[in-house]
């Protein structure tokens, strides 16, 4: 069999050719033969045949021994030698691609390759920092579990009575296809590597100094992506793409926790913000003097619970008091809760009317026309499990009602969340027990200045910008953690 050159063109195309899911492949057919292109000087030059994404070593000689091989293997994990599209995916999941001289993203990281700056115009550089995030990314996403629960979900599609029952059918379509995005994005990225890498030694080979400056500038924003890619990996639980709503309820301390309760609700406002995600107040109860008993607000984008997940807890505050004369040191709570909103696409927990007990009473607040004059706001009680949620905030009573009702079906949703799946402790924390002893993080203004986490030992000297929405550092650190723990668990 002639030696194979599975190459794609310098124009990016997709991982997937044409009707590839309405077409059965067999293993052989993949390795058609190709013959290399030649250059005017007589160099071998990668074909510019498109590839479906299929890559196995590109440029290794396929022999029939090697063919068999691949169809035992796949045959050991109950794949047919023939399959359509989502068996082929499986597949190529499972196999690691290659450059056309053999060099694999486990390579690059064995062949240890210094890391310099990204300033550094070292290719090797670039590419084995890019190699280590790949690397990073699938045991973060458990790349062979994600495999097996892959087909055992490809499996089930291909049951014929699976749309018997609709409500599970729907869970395992949408299962199947997150599983499918994630690993195709992760495949894709490796591939891209791959490709520059080529792109790079062929221009050697040819003193195309354009191409490898261009190949160069691709690895370069890689890894910069790379880094990004990190962080969504660490964002793979069920709900972790869903909105949220986040909740401050001030602790002991009085007047001072209410203040530091409004500082917390605002510093979850401007990082929002910062992050490009919607912001909306559900309800809010101001304090008597300053500050707030509590508040929630809506924070609508994407992944916004997976980030904010990572404040659950008591936030402790150490400050001079504005509050008090003597100017002494006092020490506040506040505790934040964040509740996931789930979508369409998921189950949601059945609420009769009949179950509900509404209440109408006038908004307070510093009012204006309409707002105090009217029974406009709504507090709602599920009687079943006393779970409540109020509105106040918007004009009239319908809408406070619809807002209230959002926040009611998120709050029994994740009860019953938590109920099948124990996720309480993971996603959330009771707000009855904010005080010393149970805080997650303490931000001291005085007698020195510092925030910390407890959680991670995370700290940063600027305790202004963590206030005003610089969370990032905290959240990150906290998710790394978590990751960590999760793999070192048995």
Same mark, same amino acid.
Not at 5 to 33: D, E, G, H, K, Y
Not at 130 to 149: F, G, H, N, P
Not at 261 to 281: L, P, S
């Given at each position: 069999m002639? =030696?194979?050159?599975l190459?794609?063109?310098?124009v990016?195309? $997709?991982w997937?050719? #044409?009707?590839? =899911?309405?077409?059965?492949?067999?293993?052989?057919s993949l390795?058609s033969?190709?013959? #290399?292109? %030649?250059s005017?000087?007589?160099?071998r %030059?990668?074909?510019r045949i498109?590839s479906?994404g299929?890559?196995?070593?590109s440029c $290794?000689?396929?022999g029939?021994g090697?063919?068999?091989?691949?169809?035992e293997?796949l045959?050991?994990?109950?794949? #047919?030698?023939?399959?359509?599209?989502l068996?082929?995916?499986? *597949?190529?999941?499972a196999?690691?691609?290659a450059?056309?001289?053999?060099?694999?993203?486990?390579?690059?990281i064995?062949?240890?390759?210094?890391?310099?700056?990204e300033?550094e115009?070292?290719?090797k550089?670039?590419?084995a920092?890019i190699?280590?995030?790949?690397?990073l990314?699938?045991r973060r996403l458990?790349?062979?579990?994600?495999?097996?629960?892959?087909e055992?979900?490809?499996?089930?599609l291909d049951?014929?009575?699976?749309?018997?029952?609709?409500?599970h =059918?729907g869970?395992i379509s949408?299962?199947?296809?997150?599983l499918?995005g994630?690993m195709?994005?992760?495949m894709?990225?490796?591939?891209?590597l791959?490709?520059?890498?080529?792109?790079?030694?062929?221009?050697r080979e040819?003193?195309d100094a354009?191409?490898e400056s261009e190949?160069?500038?691709?690895?370069i924003?890689?890894?910069?992506?790379s880094?990004?890619?990190?962080?969504?990996?660490?964002l793979?639980?069920e709900?972790?793409s869903c909105?949220c709503?986040? @909740? !401050?309820?001030?602790g002991?301390?009085?007047?001072?926790s209410?203040?530091?309760a409004?500082?917390?609700?605002n510093?979850?406002?401007?990082w929002?913000q910062?992050r490009?995600?919607g912001?909306a107040?559900?309800?809010?109860?101001?304090?008597?003097?300053a500050?707030?008993?509590?508040?929630?607000?809506?924070v609508d984008?994407q992944?916004a619970?997976?980030?904010? %997940?990572?404040?659950?807890g008591?936030?402790?505050?150490?400050?001079?008091?504005?509050f008090?004369?003597?100017?002494?040191?006092?020490?506040?709570?506040?505790?934040?809760a964040?509740i996931?909103?789930?979508?369409?696409?998921?189950s949601?927990?059945?609420?009769?009317?009949?179950?509900l007990?509404?209440e109408?009473?006038?908004?307070?607040?510093a009012g204006?026309q309409h707002?105090n004059?009217?029974?406009?706001a709504?507090?709602?009680?599920?009687?079943?499990?006393?779970?409540t *949620?109020?509105c106040?905030?918007e004009?009239?009573?319908?809408?406070?009602?619809?807002?209230?009702?959002?926040?009611?079906?998120?709050r029994?949703?994740?009860?019953e969340m938590?109920?099948q799946a124990q996720?309480?402790?993971?996603h959330?924390q009771?707000?009855?027990?904010?005080?010393?002893?149970?805080?997650i993080?303490s931000y !001291?203004?005085?007698?020195?200045r510092? !925030?910390?986490?407890?959680r991670?030992?995370?700290e940063?000297?600027?305790?202004?910008?963590v206030l @005003?929405?610089?969370?990032?550092?905290?959240?990150l650190?906290?998710?790394?953690?978590?990751?960590?723990?999760?793999e070192?668990?048995?």
């Amino acid at each position: 069999m002639p =030696a194979i050159f599975l190459r794609r063109s310098r124009v990016r195309s $997709s991982w997937q050719s #044409p009707n590839c =899911a309405l077409r059965t492949f067999s293993i052989r057919s993949l390795f058609s033969s190709a013959t #290399p292109s %030649k250059s005017q000087d007589g160099v071998r %030059k990668p074909s510019r045949i498109r590839s479906s994404g299929f890559v196995a070593g590109s440029c $290794s000689r396929f022999g029939a021994g090697w063919v068999h091989h691949l169809e035992e293997t796949l045959g050991k994990s109950s794949c #047919p030698v023939r399959f359509g599209g989502l068996r082929l995916f499986v *597949a190529q999941a499972a196999i690691e691609p290659a450059t056309s001289d053999g060099l694999t993203v486990a390579g690059i990281i064995s062949n240890q390759w210094t890391i310099f700056e990204e300033s550094e115009s070292d290719w090797k550089s670039h590419a084995a920092a890019i190699a280590q995030s790949i690397s990073l990314i699938k045991r973060r996403l458990q790349w062979k579990k994600m495999l097996v629960r892959l087909e055992l979900l490809s499996a089930q599609l291909d049951k014929p009575d699976l749309w018997d029952d609709p409500q599970h =059918a729907g869970k395992i379509s949408r299962e199947h296809g997150n599983l499918m995005g994630k690993m195709k994005e992760v495949m894709e990225f490796e591939q891209e590597l791959l490709e520059h890498i080529d792109m790079i030694k062929l221009a050697r080979e040819d003193n195309d100094a354009d191409l490898e400056s261009e190949s160069l500038k691709a690895l370069i924003r890689m890894r910069r992506l790379s880094k990004e890619k990190e962080l969504e990996a660490l964002l793979a639980g069920e709900h972790d793409s869903c909105s949220c709503f986040i @909740e !401050v309820q001030a602790g002991a301390g009085g007047t001072e926790s209410m203040d530091w309760a409004a500082m917390v609700m605002n510093m979850y406002k401007m990082w929002a913000q910062h992050r490009g995600y919607g912001v909306a107040v559900v309800d809010e109860m101001p304090g008597e003097i300053a500050g707030i008993k509590r508040a929630t607000i809506k924070v609508d984008g994407q992944y916004a619970f997976g980030y904010a %997940k990572a404040e659950v807890g008591v936030h402790r505050l150490v400050r001079i008091s504005p509050f008090d004369s003597n100017k002494r040191r006092h020490t506040s709570f506040a505790a934040v809760a964040v509740i996931p909103i789930l979508g369409e696409g998921f189950s949601h927990v059945q609420i009769n009317e009949s179950d509900l007990r509404i209440e109408r009473f006038r908004a307070g607040g510093a009012g204006g026309q309409h707002v105090n004059t009217t029974e406009s706001a709504v507090r709602i009680v599920h009687i079943p499990t006393g779970v409540t *949620a109020t509105c106040q905030n918007e004009r009239s009573q319908h809408q406070n009602k619809a807002s209230a009702m959002s926040v009611l079906q998120s709050r029994l949703d994740q009860l019953e969340m938590a109920r099948q799946a124990q996720m309480n402790a993971q996603h959330t924390q009771s707000l009855t027990d904010i005080s010393w002893g149970n805080q997650i993080r303490s931000y !001291v203004l005085h007698p020195y200045r510092m !925030v910390k986490d407890l959680r991670t030992n995370y700290e940063v000297s600027d305790p202004d910008s963590v206030l @005003e929405g610089d969370l990032d550092g905290f959240i990150l650190s906290y998710l790394s953690d978590l990751m960590d723990k999760d793999e070192a668990s048995p």
